[in-house]
């Protein structure tokens, strides 16, 4: 068989991987200091407890957590999760547990999203989500940021000029908290108005939260989520994803939405098609771990571990970087952006850096296909060590100096 | 919002599981007896052994199987599978590890299937494929089978005029071993004559196996994707996916698909985009459970569990049906078969049997929607004791008397 003249018309133009292409071109080089990927370190993984756990749950629950569970996810986990997140009001109709957060944004996409249909997004966002969207065929439009998060004015002229040629927005997805790859968090008076204009213009918010626990300096914000309900009282326009990637680990794959009833049951009737079930054995870990109080000192650890790393980041950038290159100056999260010269195209310094035995993500990696921006990169801080960073930044701040001259 | 406004094409048509709701209403019903649903009996879950070696591996293997997995599954374990079943000439790109079976069947027609392209499948077959490829958009035709599994005669005639009108035939689904819901296992004439009748036609076989370790009489018989490997050299012609749903437990959610590496890997940018990966601390659970041998033993004690059920199940029938009433009588698996005379529909039977505390699932959900038969039903022999078994087929022959007189 010829497989390839028999895949389906979205399969044959689905792209491969660049990012997983490009970094593998770094891998085995001697010597090479990598601050590509979106890997947490595994020495923030509480393993002692979840192996302790693991042994428990199986042991005294296996009935049950090896058996067939929920497709809405387990009931146990919701109640630990809405109780952890202080929800009282909120029923376990109004949440579904996933198979990590990805698996999440599939399937609201596959509720609302017709092919053609218009997502808004950061420019630039998550490269994951993007590869989401296009799979799903959604004409994706980026709207561009500045320090306070999306450009609301950009954002309103561009729905006006949609809605003008007919175009049908079913979503906005934004990543509010230490943006990935920006490290841009929105400001309170941004969430407001961005929930404001979304009720008036009525466009679902999918709000994608994988790394606002990660703070290590300056105060918390009400999520998305948090204000609609709050202060809204619409929580239903806002759907919230949260990940356990970045704070238990991600290859338990277990994460959760909450949102309108209706459309998490939508969500879960997918994911009765595609899954069946999340690992009923990973939630019910997380549930107990959640139950037994582990949370916030294992998140407040963690914080801990990766705040050192930031500092370094963001002083050896300072020591180094010529002085055209601008850079985010995040509070949290795991990566750190860099503005270069237009005339830097960050996709060709790729390859010099690699020469020079440093690695980062290109910026235009992170735009939707035919919008990007090249005089930008992604570093992240968190899988390196203190002296990685101070020589890697210092290889890359040659590098650009080299360029800039 | 109003999101059923929103929804997508799609998400607007989609059924809700009606099996869910009819099994719901039997529910708390005291001194009901069921043999509807698909689970696995708990004592066949092998707690003790899946404790140990989750608590063993997530504290010496936490740091690995606690980051990110890659795609296309764990290496370890498919390493292991080739191991346990004797493929020694297969490479790790022709396998996928998947979240479940039914995740892997998703992938399949992902990867295959344009809206209106049709798929092929046993009349009756497995509900949950049924509802994938429904949610699809496949055009599905349900081929009649005998005793011997599906009708060739009545496989080609359809293969022939759907030609003729021009449609693009993109796949064949089948369970050859203990049919899901007949029970019926295809014997080794007809498979051959499937592969070679699929590979003269060019039409890809997709070969669910759930079940085929579940013999708890007579001869295992060779995979479809065995005899296509080694008797046509033709491996890329079957896809076959194993699930551990009915050989560890269900809620681990592992299963894996071997087949052509261009299609296989296809699938796997599709996890990539819907689930990024499995479980993987559930992964390397069932690599390290294949490793240490304990495989062949435990599935030998679920066999010696499951078949004096099998047994009984089959005695009661024998003891309690008219003559009218015909019923599978399958070497291994979970499910019997019943065919009712004509006039008796099972989907109104069900009411009655719930008035006598008795329950099964009518056949009339085995069948792509508008082509349903509605004089059979499905038993699950698996999940009641020997003296519900008695009692309740007991009360489902007498109601089926009373039907008949």
């Given at each position: 068989?010829?497989y390839?003249?028999?895949?389906?018309?979205v399969?044959?133009?689905?792209?491969s991987?660049?990012i997983?292409?490009?970094?593998?071109?770094?891998?085995?080089?001697?010597?090479?200091?990598?601050?590509?990927?979106?890997?947490?370190?595994?020495?923030?993984?509480?393993?002692?407890?979840?192996?302790?756990?693991?042994?428990e749950?199986?042991?005294?629950?296996?009935?049950?957590?090896?058996q067939?569970?929920?497709?809405?996810?387990?009931a146990?986990?919701?109640?630990?999760?809405l109780?952890?997140?202080?929800?009282?009001k909120?029923s376990?109709?109004?949440?579904?547990?996933?198979n990590?957060?990805?698996n999440?944004?599939?399937?609201?996409?596959?509720?609302?999203?017709?092919?053609g249909?218009?997502?808004?997004?950061?420019?630039p966002?998550?490269?994951?989500s993007?590869v989401?969207?296009?799979?799903?065929?959604?004409?994706?439009?980026?709207?561009?940021?500045?320090?306070?998060?999306?450009?609301?004015?950009l954002?309103?002229d561009?729905?006006?000029?949609?809605?003008?040629?007919?175009k049908?927005?079913?979503?906005?997805?934004?990543?509010?908290d230490?943006q990935?790859p920006?490290?841009?968090t929105?400001s309170?008076?941004?969430?407001?108005?961005?929930?404001?204009?979304?009720i008036?213009?009525?466009?679902p918010?999918?709000?994608?939260?994988?790394?606002s626990?990660?703070?290590?300096?300056?105060?918390?914000l009400p999520?998305?989520?948090h204000?609609a309900?709050?202060?809204?009282?619409?929580?239903?326009?806002?759907?919230?994803?949260?990940?356990?990637?970045?704070?238990?680990?991600?290859?338990?794959?277990?994460?959760?939405v909450?949102?309108?009833?209706?459309?998490?049951?939508?969500?879960?009737?997918?994911?009765?098609?595609?899954?069946?079930?999340?690992?009923?054995?990973?939630?019910?870990?997380?549930?107990?771990?959640l139950e037994?109080?582990?949370?916030?000192?294992?998140?407040?650890?963690?914080?801990?571990?990766?705040?050192?790393?930031?500092?370094?980041?963001?002083?050896e950038?300072?020591?180094?970087?010529?002085?055209?290159?601008?850079?985010?100056?995040p509070e949290?999260?795991?990566f750190?952006?860099l503005?270069?010269?237009?005339?830097?195209?960050?996709?060709?310094?790729f390859?010099?850096a690699?020469?020079?035995?440093?690695?980062?993500?290109?910026?235009?990696?992170?735009?939707?296909?035919?919008?990007?921006?090249?005089?930008a990169?992604?570093?992240?801080?968190t899988?390196?060590?203190?002296?990685?960073?101070?020589?890697?930044?210092?290889?890359?701040?040659q590098?650009?100096?080299?360029?800039?001259?």
């Amino acid at each position: 068989m010829n497989y390839s003249n028999e895949f389906s018309r979205v399969s044959q133009s689905m792209k491969s991987s660049m990012i997983r292409e490009l970094v593998a071109t770094t891998k085995n080089v001697p010597d090479m200091i990598s601050f590509a990927g979106g890997f947490p370190a595994p020495a923030t993984f509480p393993k002692q407890m979840l192996s302790e756990i693991f042994e428990e749950v199986v042991k005294l629950e296996g009935y049950d957590v090896l058996q067939y569970g929920a497709s809405e996810g387990d009931a146990l986990l919701k109640q630990q999760l809405l109780k952890w997140e202080g929800y009282d009001k909120l029923s376990l109709d109004e949440m579904l547990i996933t198979n990590g957060a990805t698996n999440a944004i599939y399937y609201y996409g596959k509720a609302l999203l017709d092919p053609g249909d218009v997502v808004l997004c950061e420019a630039p966002t998550f490269l994951g989500s993007l590869v989401a969207f296009d799979a799903l065929e959604a004409e994706l439009h980026g709207i561009g940021m500045d320090e306070s998060g999306i450009d609301m004015n950009l954002l309103s002229d561009r729905v006006k000029s949609l809605k003008k040629i007919g175009k049908r927005i079913k979503l906005l997805y934004t990543i509010p908290d230490f943006q990935n790859p920006g490290g841009i968090t929105m400001s309170l008076p941004r969430r407001r108005e961005l929930i404001a204009f979304c009720i008036e213009h009525e466009i679902p918010i999918l709000e994608d939260n994988p790394y606002s626990r990660l703070r290590y300096t300056g105060k918390p914000l009400p999520t998305l989520f948090h204000l609609a309900h709050h202060d809204f009282q619409r929580s239903d326009i806002v759907t919230e994803a949260v990940s356990f990637s970045k704070i238990i680990g991600p290859g338990m794959r277990v994460a959760y939405v909450k949102g309108s009833k209706e459309l998490v049951e939508k969500m879960g009737s997918w994911q009765q098609k595609v899954n069946v079930t999340p690992d009923c054995v990973s939630q019910r870990v997380v549930a107990r771990f959640l139950e037994m109080g582990f949370m916030p000192g294992h998140i407040n650890t963690i914080c801990h571990h990766y705040h050192p790393y930031l500092r370094k980041m963001l002083e050896e950038l300072q020591i180094n970087m010529p002085e055209s290159v601008y850079w985010t100056k995040p509070e949290g999260g795991i990566f750190v952006w860099l503005e270069l010269p237009e005339h830097i195209n960050a996709d060709e310094l790729f390859i010099k850096a690699r020469d020079h035995k440093v690695s980062f993500i290109p910026g235009s990696k992170f735009y939707p296909t035919g919008q990007e921006r090249f005089n930008a990169l992604r570093l992240k801080f968190t899988y390196s060590s203190l002296e990685q960073i101070e020589i890697g930044i210092k290889r890359l701040g040659q590098l650009l100096k080299d360029e800039s001259a």
